[in-house]
Every structure is written in C-alpha cells, then in structure tokens.
C-alpha cells in the first residue's frame, strides 16, 4: 500500500535497495535475533483515511462537553482563559510548530528570539532578572525548584506550606527524594489559611535550604505577610521561593519585589488552552545572582553578538549546566520542554501589554468577587472559607446538612454548570467544600445562572 | 548544487527584526477584553503592585513580528532536517487540526467524568496501541518528554526493589547514551555507572558482566543504539542484567528504527519510554512540548503513577483510578500532555499496522541508502561495519586531518544548502560525528541532494577551507560568539538595559 507520508515507493524503493545491495528489506534487518522478531502484524486498527480519521475523532471527542458551550468554574492549577485566535494562528506557523530545539542558532534566530522576549516579559511579570525557556509545568517547576535550594545551599530540608495542591506536593516529593530532601508542611492560620508563621520560624534553621509559598494560594487566598516570610528565610541562610498564577501579577505586587529569590508558576493561563491539563508551561525565574544562574534547570536563550562583534543575535547559553555536555552532573535531566507554549505566552503577553494585563487581572479578581458575594449571600452556602483577601479563585462550602459537595456539584451539571474542584479528598478537615475560579471569559450570565442554580439546590 | 538559496533575514540597524519591547508605543493594545463585573475586590494596599513593564502593540504589529520572527526559522515543512536521534520527520497537517477542537483542547483535567468520556476513550485506546507496539503490559500515559519518562523509570525502578526489600544503588549506562539518561539516574538519587563500548559500536558484554552486581538496579540502553547500530547481543544482555536482579530501562529516542519489526518488550526491557515527538510525529514546536509515556511489564504495574484510566465494562464507563496503594504518586500535574496525546493517537489511526511497519523499514532503507552514497565521499568515513538502522553515524576526521576543518565546520556549512544540520560531535565515542537520520519523510532527491551537498562541502574545504570556518552565510546570522554569550550572559530585556547603562 502506498502510504501519503511515505515518499519513497516501488520503483523508487527497489532502486535504492539496489543502491545499498541488498534484495530483501529484511537483510537490514539481519542483526535482530530471529527469536524476538515480530513475526506478526501489530494488533491496531486498520488504518483511516483522512475523512474517516475525522469522524473517527469525532464521534469520540463527541463524549466530551468542553466549557466553551457550558460555562466551568474550575481551575485549581490550570485556568480557562480566552486564548486569541492571532495567538493560535502565529503558534501554527510551520516554521515554529516543525522546529527542533534551536541548537543551530543561525538557522533558529526566530524561535530563539521569541524565547528570549517570553523569558524578559516573564522577568518583568516576577520582578527578578532571569528566567528560562520553560519547564514541564507549575508542578515539575517546583520539584526543580527546591533541588536549585539544595544544590545553591548545601542543605536538605525544603519548607512548604500545608495547603498546597496534593498533586503538587506529590510530584515536589518524587522530584527531590533521589537528592534526599526533607519537605516539610507548616499548618495554616486555622482562619486565614496563611502560613502559621510562629510555626514557620520554629522550622526554619541551619539546614533549611528554601521556604515555598503561593501566592495567590491552592486555595485562592493572598499571603499577606510575604515580607516577614521572606525575612524568615533569608535570616537563616535559606532561598525564598514563591509559586504564582501569572494572571494574578497584574494587580498583585511582584514576588522579585518582596524578597523571593525563585519564582515558579503555572504559565499556561497564558494564551495557551486548558488541554485537559496539558500542555501547561512551568515558569522559572531567578535572581541576577551567578551563583543561582549557574545552578539554573532547563534552556536558556542569551543575547550575544555574531564572531565579529556587528549584528546581535541569540543563541542558547550556559549549556555546560545541562545533561547533553555535564551528563549525570547537570542541573537537571530536562531536555524537551515547552517552547511552543512560551512562544504563545509571548504573544501573549505583548499583545496584553501593561494596561490589557492590569485590566485582565482586575477582571479576574472582579469576577471572581461578583461570584463569590453573589454565593455567599445564598443560605446554606459559605464562600470564601477563609477569612483572607482573594484573588480569583475560592473555597465555597456547602453547609445545608445532608447535602454533600458531590452532590451540589452534580446537581450543577444538571443545571448545565461546570461546579468547582472537590476539595474533600486533599483537605478532609473543610468538609463538604469545593474551588471555584472565575476569570475574564465568565459573563454576568455565566455567574448569574450559576447563583441562580446553587440557590434552587441549596434550598 | 544549485546555490540560489538565502534564509530570510529581517534586520534593523545592528539587529535582526527588533525586540517587541523595541517596538512598543504608547497605549496601544492587541487584546480588547469583556467589560468586567461591578465588584470590587480586596487586595490589601501593600500587595498591590504599582507599575509593570510590557511593550504595547496593537494586534497586526504582533502579528507581524512574531511571523517575521518565524520566517527566521528551520522547520521541517521547509528543509530537509536529518538531526539524529531527533526523527524530525513530516508532522500530519491533520492531527494538528483535530487536537485543536474546542472537545480536545476546551475541557478541563478535573470536568466530572462523565462530561469527559471522550478523552478517556482516546487515553485508553492510546494506552492499548502503545502497550501493543511496545511489547509491554501498561502505559503510563504521564511524562512530558522522553527525558521525563526517564525520571519516571528511575523511580518504578527504586519502588520496585524496595518493594522486594533491596536497596539497589547502581544504574548501568552505556558511554555512547543519550546525556538525558545519566543526568535522569543521578536525579533519582542512583549511582552511574558508565560501560565502554566495544571495537562493533555495542555493549561490551565482559564490560557489563563485570558492572553487574547486586548494587544492579538497571541497565538504561537504546536500542538502535545511537550509532544507529541495533544491540544485537539484546538478549545476552537481558539475561545478565535479570541474573543480577536488575532491570532494562529503553530509551525509546530511537524507536523509529524497529517500528513494527521488534518490540522492546520482547528484547527483554521491563521499562520501556516512547517519544510521541519522534516516532509518533508530533511536532516538535522548537523544542517541545513532547510526550514520553512509559510501558512497563507486569510486575511494575502496581507501581505506575496515579491516575490510570480504566474501563468499567458492566457501565461502560471510563474512569480515572487513584485507588493504587503502591504508585509512586504523581511526577507531574493531571494526566500528561493530552494536546500531543491526541495528534500521537490520530497519527497510529492514519498509518495502521502495516503503515508502523513501512515506517519502520523505510526508515532504515533511508538511512543506508545515505551511508551506501556517502561512501564514496571523501573525507567522511564510517567506523562500523554493516548495515545501520534509522540513523548513521559519519566521523569527519579523516577530512579533518586532510584540511583542518571541523565537523561542526561542515554541519555549519549545510545550513547554507537549506538543509538543518546532522547532530554533530555526539556520540562523543567518534570523533568528529555526524549524525544523519533522513526519517522515511524524505524523498529519495532529498537524501541524493544532501549527499550532493556533502561532496560539494568536502571539495569546498580543500579549495577555500576558510570559507567553511566562516559558514554559515546564507541564514539569517552569522555565527555568533557563544563564548561571550556564556560569560556575560544576558538572559533578559531588563538584564540588557543593567549592562547597556554600564
């Protein structure tokens, strides 16, 4: 069968197997054990045409109910945003889409560039001078995160605080227990959420290598103390590391401007879709600090001048920190990472600009305050369970007796509403609660129908 | 060789198309947003943030820019680009389109399952077609990228012999791996144990006899291997590593050269990593995002990352699972890179099973095609013997010794024939390498022209040998100065203004 992507058929194949000498195709094959060759078809479907490959995929991903025609109000680590169809467009240009990892930077100077402008305005988003051409996602960003503290310390033990997503903390665990680091939780202000700070300058000693908050909150509360949890940490010698919505810098002060030394995120609200979870964008910022510079994970793109000093031009930098030259002494494994999702947060964020972005985060958070209010007005429901400033997600309980948070939020759906996270199997102690997160796609109506439904099941 | 080519070069002054932040201008704006709600939210004073700094551009200037910077780059849709162990190979046009739907891209990881039974079909069918191309018992659909699928290798291997009450420290590599799995081991806390090829390219089997002890938590192997050689003493080297009590992680980078022919899994590997971004034909997006799901045999299941995603027959329902007491937990957030998942599923949809197979063959047919016609190259020679699979590795030495210039002189010259470069200086085991994987994309003009271009390059270094030293000039830049770029880094726009104002 002549296959579309394959162009080297029949006459043409049998002309350059007679170029290479051999009479079978098998012959190449010569040096496999006959015993483990596969003497078999593999079992997978017969192959589709294109128009059947479409309906095929259809009529599967028919089964799934995608927010754009029921508004959701989930988020919990990834966001729904509106990603801008220029955004989509320029990301499918084939020259950025079928590229390799720019190690040839003459023939890469576009990607490397775009890399290079989403590393600066990410810089100005965290207020630090450094940062890389990505990570995994939010989560793997923070395992490096803390094994950055250990290698730039010496020391072993990474603080966190008790509320943070259990998927996150799961993966902080895995990433840092082959260097054998010691994470430890700190209980949260039982009213606030915030980080029960008594306790967190009880923890921190010689051996602390970082202390890590987010802010905004897994919860969706602002840590208002940041200065005196910065100064906490550095007193001890430790980093002070904050994980971030980027969206919520717009109007929230940035973390480089109250002392963090690392900043790690979730960058996927920017401009890229929600994907089921992924492809998300791990943002990792640092100070200008060589010492932290050179323990840096992941790619970085520099700007240099060419050999003769006339046109500048970027390149890949310090790659000497990365496992194809240091091998098992690199800063990190990382290779592939996720450089079309930051050449979309470029876009992104240069077509916000300043003012789109403060008004985007303001939008966010006014949002997220109209559903908040409007829920907590309804008897039976509490929102926010915390008694702090948030951003623009929330804790909502549900208080009427016998009426379980699955319940609610299953109730919603018949209503035609996407409910918030299920928040009783990560935080047991909040009862019947749940996160909600709105942002700049939900309407009046959007938030409205989801009032007007949540009073009905509550009642 | 028709030398008429020139890579576009949008340049301004002493820089190619200006930094966005260059061309900002007062209030303009490329997103308008929805009027916000009347509600005011509490942001206590001292959090608020007070000025930030981001270029303002109106949509079409964006738009422009960022396609300007585009035309400055090298994607497979425009050259042939034979990067081995990289399989840049044609990205189906359709694939792109369906992962694009509002039903794949706009739904959320924590939807209630029933509005996402879609996605937990297409998980679970990948999941059978992996495990079926791989020879393994599951898949773990999770990691981002291969070298995130080694991490997670590493670790079902630790939870693995501490299950069985083992504290095994040593993970075996040979010297001619990739970089990722030395630097995926030591992440995981193991030892790294380093073994020599031998005088055929392979493993040295006295090598690793000699290596394997009870310390043995895993062998990390590639196979075809990176000289694009197949391990063909795999089944030895399975049973003196099982004999140890040790495992067989694959590196599956080069699984593009056994597609449909032999199975990892019936090699003898118990840990086995796709790279849905090669041998599967995502794109690669300049550098990601990938996938590398990982398929382990049975005994390694218990062990895989929650969720799994199943399929409850009496309610025909899929399901995500968190109910595996043995998991090693999560090694990223959600379920992994659905985005690409999709575009790697409708991809095996297309090709079918004896499409996997052709690619396979016609991979390897590539490949010594361009090592039959490269023989007769002076000046590029091929350490060992016999036929290769997907990729071959040249050693540009003797050219070296005969005019000086190097092998990245000569991968640095291709550029200018609009053709990527191959890897060069990698497997460090050949001195001055080049890597060429020609992928079964390729026409047999394509593969004809770069070995025309490599004849024309090898004549071009004895006749003008500077002119290679400069190389490449037909691209948007010249060679820059990575020295400097390394010293004085400059990572960032403010980090440029700190050094412009000193």
Same mark, same amino acid.
């Given at each position: 069968m002549v296959h579309q992507y394959i162009p080297n058929v029949s006459k043409i194949r049998k002309q350059m197997m007679d170029e290479v000498g051999i009479k079978d195709i098998e012959e190449l094959f010569a040096d496999v054990p006959q015993e483990i060759k596969l003497d078999r078809e593999l079992r997978l479907p017969p192959p589709m045409s294109e128009p059947e490959v479409r309906r095929h995929l259809s009529s599967i991903l028919s089964k799934n109910k995608p927010f754009t025609r029921m508004p959701t109000f989930l988020g919990g680590g990834v966001w729904p945003h509106h990603v801008p169809s220029h955004v989509r467009s320029v990301i499918h240009r084939s020259e950025f889409l079928t590229s390799y990892t720019p190690y040839q930077a003459e023939v890469s100077q576009g990607v490397l560039q775009a890399l290079f402008e989403f590393q600066s305005m990410i810089c100005e988003l965290v207020g630090l001078d450094v940062a890389n051409a990505s990570m995994y996602d939010w989560a793997t960003a923070l395992g490096e995160a803390a094994l950055m503290c250990a290698r730039v310390t010496g020391r072993r033990k990474f603080i966190v605080p008790e509320i943070i997503s259990r998927d996150r903390l799961s993966v902080l665990q895995n990433y840092t227990s082959g260097a054998h680091l010691r994470i430890v939780k700190i209980e949260p202000e039982k009213d606030t959420g915030q980080l029960n700070l008594k306790k967190l300058r009880r923890e921190? #000693?010689? #051996?602390?290598a970082g202390v890590y908050i987010e802010n905004p909150s897994y919860l969706g509360f602002l840590e208002t103390r940041v200065d005196e949890i910065a100064e906490i940490a550095h007193k001890v010698g430790a980093r002070f590391v904050v994980g971030v919505n980027p969206i919520s810098l717009g109007i929230i002060k940035a973390p480089g401007d109250y002392g963090a030394d690392i900043v790690v995120g979730e960058g996927q609200p920017l401009g890229n879709p929600v994907n089921f979870g992924g492809p998300a964008l791990g943002i990792f910022a640092c100070r200008d600090d060589e010492k932290l510079i050179r323990q840096l994970p992941g790619r970085l793109v520099g700007m240099t001048t060419t050999r003769n000093g006339e046109t500048w031009g970027y390149t890949m930098v310090l790659q000497t920190r990365e496992q194809h030259i240091r091998r098992e002494r690199a800063t990190s494994n990382i290779c592939s990472n996720e450089a079309l999702c930051a050449v979309a947060a470029a876009i992104y964020l240069a077509s916000l600009g300043p003012t789109g972005f403060r008004d985007l985060a303001e939008t966010c958070a006014a949002n997220a305050k109209y559903a908040m209010d409007g829920l907590n007005r309804i008897d039976g429901l509490e929102a926010p369970v915390f008694d702090s400033p948030h951003f623009n997600e929330f804790t909502l309980r549900c208080e009427r007796p016998g009426l379980s948070i699955e319940k609610f939020n299953r109730e919603l759906l018949k209503h035609g509403i996407h409910g918030g996270k299920t928040l009783k199997k990560e935080f047991p102690e909040l009862g019947e609660t749940s996160l909600l997160c709105v942002t700049e796609i939900h309407t009046k109506e959007d938030i409205d129908l989801l009032l007007e439904a949540a009073s009905r099941i509550v009642k | 060789m028709n030398m008429s080519y020139h890579q576009a070069r949008w340049a301004r002054g002493d820089r190619l198309e200006p930094l966005v932040f260059e061309l900002s201008s007062k209030d303009r704006k490329g997103i308008r947003l929805p009027q916000k709600l009347p509600a005011r939210p509490e942001i206590p004073d001292e959090l608020i943030r007070d000025s930030l700094e981001l270029p303002e551009l109106s949509e079409p200037e964006v738009v422009r820019h960022y396609t300007r910077l585009s035309q400055m780059n090298y994607g497979v849709d425009l050259v042939f680009y034979p990067i081995g162990s990289c399989t840049m190979k044609y990205n189906p046009k359709i694939c792109d389109e369906l992962a694009a739907l509002e039903e794949a891209a706009f739904i959320h990881p924590d939807q209630d399952e029933d509005t996402v039974q879609g996605a937990l079909e297409l998980m679970y069918r990948l999941e059978h077609f992996l495990s079926e191309i791989g020879g393994v018992s599951r898949v773990c659909l999770h990691p981002s990228a291969g070298a995130h699928g080694e991490l997670l290798g590493m670790l079902l291997t630790r939870a693995y012999h501490s299950s069985r009450g083992e504290d095994r420290s040593d993970v075996i590599i040979p010297d001619s791996a990739h970089g990722t799995n030395f630097a995926s081991g030591a992440m995981a806390g193991f030892h790294v144990v380093i073994i020599p090829s031998n005088n055929r390219g392979r493993v040295d089997l006295e090598a690793l006899k000699a290596a394997v002890s009870d310390r043995t938590a895993a062998l990390m192997l590639t196979n075809p291997n990176t000289l694009g050689l197949f391990e063909d003493e795999i089944l030895e080297i399975a049973e003196v590593v099982h004999e140890a009590g040790g495992l067989l992680y694959y590196?599956?980078?080069?699984m593009n050269g056994v597609l449909g022919k032999v199975r990892p899994g019936d090699m003898g590997f118990d840990i086995v990593h796709f790279n849905l971004h090669k041998t599967f034909s995502t794109p690669h997006g300049g550098g990601g995002p990938g996938a590398g799901p990982v398929g382990v045999v049975q005994k390694l299941e218990k062990f895989l990352p929650v969720p799994t995603v199943e399929y409850d027959r009496k309610r025909r329902r899929y399901y995500l699972d968190y109910d595996r007491p043995e998991s090693v937990g999560k090694i990223r957030s959600f379920y992994g890179n659905f985005g690409v998942l999709v575009k790697a599923y409708v991809y095996i949809m297309m090709m079918g099973p004896a499409g996997l197979r052709e690619v396979g063959e016609t991979a390897v047919l590539n490949a010594n095609y361009v090592m039959r016609k490269m023989a007769d190259v002076r000046g590029f020679e091929v350490k060992f013997n016999g036929p290769c699979k997907h990729e071959v590795v040249f050693s540009a030495e003797p050219l070296k010794r005969e005019t000086g210039v190097t092998a990245r002189d000569v991968a640095k010259r291709l550029l200018d024939y609009g053709m990527h470069a191959p890897t060069y200086y990698f497997p460090p085991i050949v001195p001055e390498a080049l890597m060429v994987e020609p992928t079964e994309t390729e026409t047999k003009e394509e593969l004809d022209r770069f070995v025309l271009a490599m004849r024309a390059i090898a004549e071009e270094a004895r006749s003008d040998p500077e002119k290679l030293r400069r190389a490449p000039t037909r691209t948007a830049i010249e060679r820059l100065d990575e020295v400097k770029a390394s010293r004085e880094?400059?990572?960032?726009w403010r980090m440029y203004k700190n050094r412009a104002k000193l």
């Amino acid at each position: 069968m002549v296959h579309q992507y394959i162009p080297n058929v029949s006459k043409i194949r049998k002309q350059m197997m007679d170029e290479v000498g051999i009479k079978d195709i098998e012959e190449l094959f010569a040096d496999v054990p006959q015993e483990i060759k596969l003497d078999r078809e593999l079992r997978l479907p017969p192959p589709m045409s294109e128009p059947e490959v479409r309906r095929h995929l259809s009529s599967i991903l028919s089964k799934n109910k995608p927010f754009t025609r029921m508004p959701t109000f989930l988020g919990g680590g990834v966001w729904p945003h509106h990603v801008p169809s220029h955004v989509r467009s320029v990301i499918h240009r084939s020259e950025f889409l079928t590229s390799y990892t720019p190690y040839q930077a003459e023939v890469s100077q576009g990607v490397l560039q775009a890399l290079f402008e989403f590393q600066s305005m990410i810089c100005e988003l965290v207020g630090l001078d450094v940062a890389n051409a990505s990570m995994y996602d939010w989560a793997t960003a923070l395992g490096e995160a803390a094994l950055m503290c250990a290698r730039v310390t010496g020391r072993r033990k990474f603080i966190v605080p008790e509320i943070i997503s259990r998927d996150r903390l799961s993966v902080l665990q895995n990433y840092t227990s082959g260097a054998h680091l010691r994470i430890v939780k700190i209980e949260p202000e039982k009213d606030t959420g915030q980080l029960n700070l008594k306790k967190l300058r009880r923890e921190v #000693d010689e #051996d602390t290598a970082g202390v890590y908050i987010e802010n905004p909150s897994y919860l969706g509360f602002l840590e208002t103390r940041v200065d005196e949890i910065a100064e906490i940490a550095h007193k001890v010698g430790a980093r002070f590391v904050v994980g971030v919505n980027p969206i919520s810098l717009g109007i929230i002060k940035a973390p480089g401007d109250y002392g963090a030394d690392i900043v790690v995120g979730e960058g996927q609200p920017l401009g890229n879709p929600v994907n089921f979870g992924g492809p998300a964008l791990g943002i990792f910022a640092c100070r200008d600090d060589e010492k932290l510079i050179r323990q840096l994970p992941g790619r970085l793109v520099g700007m240099t001048t060419t050999r003769n000093g006339e046109t500048w031009g970027y390149t890949m930098v310090l790659q000497t920190r990365e496992q194809h030259i240091r091998r098992e002494r690199a800063t990190s494994n990382i290779c592939s990472n996720e450089a079309l999702c930051a050449v979309a947060a470029a876009i992104y964020l240069a077509s916000l600009g300043p003012t789109g972005f403060r008004d985007l985060a303001e939008t966010c958070a006014a949002n997220a305050k109209y559903a908040m209010d409007g829920l907590n007005r309804i008897d039976g429901l509490e929102a926010p369970v915390f008694d702090s400033p948030h951003f623009n997600e929330f804790t909502l309980r549900c208080e009427r007796p016998g009426l379980s948070i699955e319940k609610f939020n299953r109730e919603l759906l018949k209503h035609g509403i996407h409910g918030g996270k299920t928040l009783k199997k990560e935080f047991p102690e909040l009862g019947e609660t749940s996160l909600l997160c709105v942002t700049e796609i939900h309407t009046k109506e959007d938030i409205d129908l989801l009032l007007e439904a949540a009073s009905r099941i509550v009642k | 060789m028709n030398m008429s080519y020139h890579q576009a070069r949008w340049a301004r002054g002493d820089r190619l198309e200006p930094l966005v932040f260059e061309l900002s201008s007062k209030d303009r704006k490329g997103i308008r947003l929805p009027q916000k709600l009347p509600a005011r939210p509490e942001i206590p004073d001292e959090l608020i943030r007070d000025s930030l700094e981001l270029p303002e551009l109106s949509e079409p200037e964006v738009v422009r820019h960022y396609t300007r910077l585009s035309q400055m780059n090298y994607g497979v849709d425009l050259v042939f680009y034979p990067i081995g162990s990289c399989t840049m190979k044609y990205n189906p046009k359709i694939c792109d389109e369906l992962a694009a739907l509002e039903e794949a891209a706009f739904i959320h990881p924590d939807q209630d399952e029933d509005t996402v039974q879609g996605a937990l079909e297409l998980m679970y069918r990948l999941e059978h077609f992996l495990s079926e191309i791989g020879g393994v018992s599951r898949v773990c659909l999770h990691p981002s990228a291969g070298a995130h699928g080694e991490l997670l290798g590493m670790l079902l291997t630790r939870a693995y012999h501490s299950s069985r009450g083992e504290d095994r420290s040593d993970v075996i590599i040979p010297d001619s791996a990739h970089g990722t799995n030395f630097a995926s081991g030591a992440m995981a806390g193991f030892h790294v144990v380093i073994i020599p090829s031998n005088n055929r390219g392979r493993v040295d089997l006295e090598a690793l006899k000699a290596a394997v002890s009870d310390r043995t938590a895993a062998l990390m192997l590639t196979n075809p291997n990176t000289l694009g050689l197949f391990e063909d003493e795999i089944l030895e080297i399975a049973e003196v590593v099982h004999e140890a009590g040790g495992l067989l992680y694959y590196d599956g980078a080069n699984m593009n050269g056994v597609l449909g022919k032999v199975r990892p899994g019936d090699m003898g590997f118990d840990i086995v990593h796709f790279n849905l971004h090669k041998t599967f034909s995502t794109p690669h997006g300049g550098g990601g995002p990938g996938a590398g799901p990982v398929g382990v045999v049975q005994k390694l299941e218990k062990f895989l990352p929650v969720p799994t995603v199943e399929y409850d027959r009496k309610r025909r329902r899929y399901y995500l699972d968190y109910d595996r007491p043995e998991s090693v937990g999560k090694i990223r957030s959600f379920y992994g890179n659905f985005g690409v998942l999709v575009k790697a599923y409708v991809y095996i949809m297309m090709m079918g099973p004896a499409g996997l197979r052709e690619v396979g063959e016609t991979a390897v047919l590539n490949a010594n095609y361009v090592m039959r016609k490269m023989a007769d190259v002076r000046g590029f020679e091929v350490k060992f013997n016999g036929p290769c699979k997907h990729e071959v590795v040249f050693s540009a030495e003797p050219l070296k010794r005969e005019t000086g210039v190097t092998a990245r002189d000569v991968a640095k010259r291709l550029l200018d024939y609009g053709m990527h470069a191959p890897t060069y200086y990698f497997p460090p085991i050949v001195p001055e390498a080049l890597m060429v994987e020609p992928t079964e994309t390729e026409t047999k003009e394509e593969l004809d022209r770069f070995v025309l271009a490599m004849r024309a390059i090898a004549e071009e270094a004895r006749s003008d040998p500077e002119k290679l030293r400069r190389a490449p000039t037909r691209t948007a830049i010249e060679r820059l100065d990575e020295v400097k770029a390394s010293r004085e880094p400059i990572l960032s726009w403010r980090m440029y203004k700190n050094r412009a104002k000193l």
